[in-house]
């Protein structure tokens, strides 16, 4: 195709082709260019070449290729210059640049500006130009998801902002009515709005729950590190999660355990010793003991949590960690609302440990937190 061509190669049915617009003044390098694309069959490549800003500019008024090869020395344009009015143009479409021997750093300056990456025109070979191209796409698509899912995350965090106050009001309003302030309540009436109150805080603990995971992935949450005693801050979890439960949490720590405390963040690895805790206890059978175990190694404290309850399959064993995956008792673990263990997966990548789980009908369930001491 020349650069008086109004559409792009379409993708047909046997095989995909990757449509390309190189903007290049020089038309014995387009051939060169050419000629080393479409000998590829997997993927095939489709060619549109312009040779002029102006003339590209023409062409994507119809039509986005997959990605753009630029030259940044072109007739009507220089510099970065064409690449922000490519990037005006086509958003989502990645950007190749094409330099000479001596503009290296000119194509460093474009890849800060937005390029997906730059080749040197005389280093382009088959393999390192197919290679590129593909790379290019491929990244482009991550980025596009990663922002994407930062979007929605925003949005879930100013939801749940939103929502915090007047859940927090709501609670208020039914300790009110419980405390007859606005008048005596009946029986039937007291326990309809000790459900409404008890609906309530668990709504307003899982606002609270995306609210802190929020902080944690977006870098808003800073970590104070400091000496935690560790077999104190697991007792108190013990302490908090213990109150529901009908059967016994033991906490079994070694004669000569000398690891018994480590840098990090008080705050967040309580949040993580207490929801490992009230996890192991929502999914428990009944009367059964939950053991905390602490044990260390090659520098590295490790704190075990074991219960006796539903076995958790394999396959869902390599999820569990992951957001909306939590476990119902009496059935596997399934996509839901559970955000308890993905918290804590968060809290230990950041002090730089490792959590993972083993589950088995013999053995039980145990989730493993292991914890650098520095």
């Known amino acids: 195709m020349t650069a008086s061509s109004t559409q792009f190669g379409a993708h047909t049915s046997n095989k995909t082709v990757v449509r390309v617009l190189m903007i290049e003044d020089d038309k014995y390098y387009i051939e060169f260019v050419r000629q080393l694309l479409i000998r590829r069959t997997d993927p095939g490549f489709d060619i549109t070449s312009a040779r002029s800003l102006e003339a590209a500019v023409n062409l994507l008024k119809n039509e986005t290729p997959d990605v753009i090869l630029l030259d940044l020395n072109l007739p009507d344009s220089k510099g970065l210059v064409s690449l922000n009015r490519l990037k005006e143009l086509t958003y989502g479409c990645p950007v190749i640049i094409l330099t000479s021997a001596d503009d290296d750093s000119l194509g460093l300056q474009a890849v800060c500006a937005g390029a997906q990456d730059y080749l040197v025109k005389q280093t382009v070979g088959n393999d390192s130009l197919v290679r590129c191209i593909r790379y290019a796409i491929e990244r482009r698509r991550v980025e596009e998801q990663n922002l994407k899912l930062a979007l929605i995350q925003d ?5 749940a902002h939103d929502m915090r106050v007047p859940l927090i009001g709501a609670t208020k ?5 419980l405390a007859g302030k606005p008048g005596p309540l009946n029986a039937e009436q007291t326990e309809l709005v000790e459900t409404l109150k008890k609906s309530n805080q668990n709504q307003l603990g899982l606002v609270k729950r995306l609210l802190e995971i929020y902080r944690y992935e977006a870098g808003t949450a800073e970590l104070s590190m400091v ?3 560790i077999p ?3 007792t108190r979890a013990i302490e908090a999660c213990s109150k529901d439960f009908d059967g016994e949490i033991q906490l079994k ?19 993580l010793f207490t929801d490992l805790i009230t996890n192991s206890v929502t999914f428990s059978e009944p009367g059964k003991t939950i053991t905390i175990a602490l044990s260390e190694e090659a520098n590295k404290l490790s704190i075990s949590v074991h219960n006796f309850g539903q076995v958790i399959p394999k396959d869902a064993q390599n999820v569990l960690f992951q957001k ?5 008792p009496g059935k596997h673990y399934v996509a839901h609302t559970g955000l308890g263990l993905y918290l804590c997966h968060r809290i230990v990548q950041l002090h730089r440990g490792r959590i993972a789980c083993t589950s088995g009908p013999k053995q039980g369930t145990t989730i493993t937190v292991t914890l650098p001491a520095n």
Do not use: H, K, S, Y
Request: charged share 25%; aromatic share 8%; net charge negative.
């Open 324 to 328: 909306f995956w939590q476990g119902v």
């Open 155 to 159: 949005f879930v965090a100013t939801l």
């Open 232 to 234: 104190a801050a697991i």
């Open 253 to 271: 720590i070694p004669d000569n355990l000398q690891m018994r405390v480590i840098r990090g963040d008080e705050e967040a690895l309580a949040r």
């Open 173 to 177: 309003l039914l300790d009110a009515l």
């Open 227 to 229: 000496d935690v005693d």
